[in-house]
């Protein structure tokens, strides 16, 4: 049987973020990808700024080929311990209560601008009506 595999902190993981020394974290393990630098068809910088996170999401949308993630066995060096990996940022700031506020008002503005006019000519038709009967 194969010995357990390591597993990695996150922040131990993270320190690795140079081009001469670059681990990634994708799909729970741990990667070395230090040899494969220079020879990513994606180029270096995409792999350096995948470093320090989880880059599941970032290889994932890219679409890599079967090809590609044979390759990756090579470089694999263990798991990582997934409750160490801080809270996927998702970031979605609440703005529709400024929105509203700035909203509402135009539109109730709008439409007294519309049935103003109308009352006032109903209210001169009923008028003339009233006084042409007397
Ligand atoms: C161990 C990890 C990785 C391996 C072994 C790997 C391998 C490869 C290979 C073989 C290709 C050529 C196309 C293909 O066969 O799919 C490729 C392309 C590419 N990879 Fe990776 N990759 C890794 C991680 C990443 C990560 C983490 C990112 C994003 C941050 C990334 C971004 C890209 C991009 C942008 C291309 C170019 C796509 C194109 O222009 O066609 N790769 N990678």
């Not at 979605?92 to 400024?98: L, R, S």
């Not at 929105?99 to 109730?108: H, I, L, R, S």
Request: aromatic residues 10%; contains cysteine; proline residues 7%.
């Amino acid at each position: 049987m194969a010995s357990d595999p390591k597993v990695h902190l996150f922040e131990e993981v993270a320190k690795h973020n140079k081009t001469k020394d670059c681990w990634l974290i994708i799909s729970g393990k741990v990667y070395d990808v230090t040899p494969f630098m220079d020879d990513h068809p994606g180029g270096d910088e995409v792999l350096l700024s995948a470093t320090g996170k989880d880059a599941t999401n970032d290889f994932e949308d890219v679409g890599h080929s079967d090809s590609a993630r044979e390759m990756m066995e090579k470089y694999y060096i263990g798991e990582i311990d997934t409750s160490t990996v801080p809270l996927k940022r998702t970031f979605i700031p609440p703005q529709q209560t400024p929105y509203n506020q700035d909203k509402t008002p135009q539109f109730v503005i709008k439409i007294l601008q519309f049935l103003v006019p109308i009352f006032i000519l109903g209210l001169a038709f009923a008028v003339r009506s009233y006084t042409k009967e007397k």
